[in-house]
DNA sequence: TTGCTCCTCACGTCACGTGAGGTGGC
DNA sequence: TTGCTCCTCACGTCACGTGAGGTGGC
């Protein structure tokens, strides 16, 4: 038997999810003390494990019930939130390369301090871009909107040739 | 001038929106009719286009306040939204992980339905992934949990060539 | 008595959506 | 009178976080 201050310990979560999990009848502590503590058994600890492992697929509360009561459904809602994932980095994806608009369009308004490909390099990795991530972004670009992506470029003093290279490199 | 309902119909926004940013001080229309109709004016206008905008790349409403109204932290912002761009496009990547592996577990315990690598790559692509799509999902997989990764091939009934083929691929 | 763990409300978050109940002009 | 657009609250959403105010055992 586990108290709430133990659980929070074994799980590291905040006692707060756990009252909140107790509230909406997810993780009921099977019984309690005299004085009303909260007693959490072995079984409700397992079954602690599984809605994490369901938390940590991003899987909501409501469909983690789900997946804990039935068997018959479980996969359908696996793979419901595998297409909602892809939505997810897919609006993602859109959003970087709104804001790189964003930044270029700023960067170039102010001719003076225009910004050259190391700096933008620079700017990426800082954000934790790494290589293969820029590549996906170049390719995000290329695919959205290649007019935008050859202008994106330009400003920022690539030549030609290395333009062609990268547009190529992005199919 | 443009009437809320003007608004609604040339942004392609609900009601609520443009009530809720008249509360937040966001976006109040400049005046109002005697019968204490909202009127947008053109500025109005103007200023929602910019909203939209920053909306598009996600930055929340009060990060849009702060870029309507400062000139030199926009930068900034922008590149911090950045950051949490791939910061959430990271998590979403171990989501998909999980989810793989929760399905692959699931689908081994029934060892009587095992699934095979065509089914599989069905559910992918009827899940809305593109084959460069499912490239990255490997080299996710290979990067945080190589040895699942195998485990998860081998269980698709995958021959141990196209495995090293996939593994080689991945990285 | 002091500390510590625990308890139960209740309100806040973010960006709206959804009524309910009412007014004003054609 | 009927329709339509508009108005102002107020409550709900999702998964908790953050107090406030209080109890119980060592």
Redesign the interface.
Known sequence: MYSIGQMVNEFKISRSTLLYYDKIGLLSPSSRTESNYRKYSEKDFDKMIRIE??K???VSLSDIQALLNSKSE??KI??L???K?????S??????V???T??SN??ISKKSKSMNKDQWVK??S????SE??MM?WH?SFEASLPEAHTDFLESLGIGKLEIRRIKKMSK
């Open positions: 492992s369901y940590k697929a991003g479980s996969a696996l793979e939130r595998l297409e994932i892809n939505e997810e980095i609006l993602l994806r859109k959003q970087q709104e804001i790189t964003l930044l700023k960067k700017i990426l800082d954000s934790g871009m293969e991530d996906n390719k």
